[in-house]
Nanobody, 122 residues
Framework: QRQLVESGGGLVQPGGSLRLSCLASGFAVDSYTMGWFRRAPGKEREFVASFRWGGSTTEYADSVKGRFTISKDIAKSTVYMEMTNLKPEDTAIYYC???????????????WGQGTQVTVSS
């Protein structure tokens, strides 16, 4: 059974940094496209970043390019997202997801974690 568990969220001041982790079990992270999505209060869930299966292709939403970096440690079965220069508009619940399709389309993901809260506030 595939399972995803996020961690690393919290409260951070604007301009600060956080690293989110997504521990995967029941499958190899290199065999699936791994993505991060987020849902801000009162908004729809949106794509943040992805790491395509089997290689090193990454994709980012325009709003986080240059600030967020997705990476993975296959041996630890973990996907990370390093977030820097955080802004109040980054406040959201962040979800890790796994699928066999492409990057930004959430309909292509079949497995989701429970999410971790990120709050950016002074």
């Amino acid at each position: 059974q595939r399972q995803l568990v996020e961690s690393g969220g919290g409260l951070v001041q604007p301009g600060g940094s956080l690293r989110l982790s997504c521990l995967a079990s029941g499958f190899a992270v290199d065999s699936y496209t791994m993505g991060w999505f987020r849902r801000a209060p009162g908004k729809e869930r949106e794509f943040v970043a992805s790491f395509r299966w089997g290689g090193s292709t990454t994709e980012y939403a325009d709003s986080v390019k240059g600030r967020f970096t997705i990476s993975k440690d296959i041996a630890k079965s973990t996907v990370y997202m390093e977030m820097t220069n955080l802004k109040p508009e980054d406040t959201a619940i962040y979800y890790c997801a796994a699928g066999l399709g492409g990057g930004s389309n959430e309909n292509m993901y079949t497995d989701w974690g429970q999410g971790t809260q990120v709050t950016v506030s002074s």
